[in-house]
């Protein structure tokens, strides 16, 4: 699973440049998931924390504290057709 990041490409001389957020789209996921994420545990924390370590080690972000903002969709709960057809 690839984690998309977005940034900005123009390069400002402004402090404030310095401080904007870094976005870490993860797409669609299940629900014990995105649970999980939150906790701060599972697969996708693993893949959060491995793709700022990447950013760090290439010079992106720095190594001090910087607004990181993950984005993670939940997928729709999938219902059976035996619940939408009464009497099976």
Known sequence: ???TVATNPAVETS??????????????????R????????GRL??????????LQAAGTIAPTAQTVVVVV??????????SLIPGL
């Open 1 to 3: 699973m690839a984690a």
């Open 15 to 32: 402090p404030r440049a310095e401080t904007r957020p870094i976005v870490i789209d993860l797409g669609k996921h299940g629900r014990k």
């Open 34 to 41: 995105v649970k999980d994420l939150r906790r701060g545990t």
């Open 45 to 54: 924390a693993d893949e959060v924390n491995d793709c700022i370590m990447e």
């Open 73 to 82: 969709r939940q997928k729709r709960k999938c219902k059976s057709l035996k």
